[in-house]
């Protein structure tokens, strides 16, 4: 009897190789992306409102207070008399603008030969101003009312602070020297006239200040009256 021959057994076929990314590395980026909008949608809208609304805040507070600046410098051009200069202090007291009416209303008060007014409304100035080159105006002018008032050595202190001061503002050091070379010259300290005519060639050599200094010298050395013609002969006169 023939033998029947054994059945093959069927072939399988192979299993495609996985070629698709995705089914490799998993959910995308996109995938991860949405979720997590999903997720914290409401915490991220929340967020950018409150930034927002600082930045509108922001700008907003920056506009009043650019407004309010302009309003209060309209009010310091305006003020043109000691009496209105006064109103616009006593209504900004603590601006920097009201440190400069003070010292318009001290100069005022220095040329009427209102001493003691010039002394208070020079201290409130400096006051107010703490730095810059009105503040040492204000530091000398309260240098030359103190001496009016014979409060020299205070005065001669405040002036040559100012005088020393090697990142001064320049025409106020050389303004403070020579006033400083006047009480010199006036009360014939001749080291200390010829030390202080130095010092402005050192300060400034082209300042109108330094040429005066040197016609003291000039009329000290022979016998005149010092300080320039048609002045007093202390030469201290302050000219605000």
């Known amino acids: 009897m023939p033998l029947r021959p054994t059945p093959s057994k069927p072939k399988v076929p192979a299993a495609a190789p996985v070629t698709d990314a995705t089914a490799i590395a998993g959910p995308g980026l996109d995938y991860h992306l949405q979720t997590f909008w999903e997720k914290y949608r409401t915490l991220i809208l929340s967020v950018c409102c409150v930034i927002m ?108 602070q100012l005088a020393d001061d090697p990142v001064g503002y320049k025409p106020v050091r050389s303004e403070a020297a020579y006033h400083l070379a006047s009480l010199a010259a006036a009360e014939g300290r001749s080291a200390e006239l010829q030390k202080l005519s130095t010092q402005l060639l050192q300060i400034d050599p082209n300042s109108p200040w330094t040429e005066r200094v040197f016609a003291l010298q000039a009329q000290q050395a022979a016998s005149e009256p010092a300080g320039p013609a048609g002045e007093p002969s202390a030469g201290v006169t302050f000219k605000p």
């Not at 920097?96 to 003691?116: C, F, K, M, R, T």
């Open 53 to 160: 609304l600082g930045i509108v805040a922001k700008g907003g507070w920056e506009y009043i207070q650019a407004q309010r600046e302009e309003g209060i410098e309209t009010e310091f051009a305006a003020a043109t008399t000691p009496a209105m200069q006064k109103t616009f202090v006593a209504a900004h007291p603590d601006h920097e603008l009201s440190g400069v009416a003070e010292l318009q209303i001290a100069d005022a008060a220095y040329a009427a030969n209102q001493i003691p007014d010039a002394l208070a409304d020079y201290a409130q100035a400096s006051d107010i101003l703490k730095t810059g080159p009105f503040a040492a105006r204000a530091q000398l002018g309260l240098g030359m009312a103190k001496i009016q008032s014979g409060q020299t050595a205070e005065g001669e202190a405040t002036l040559r």
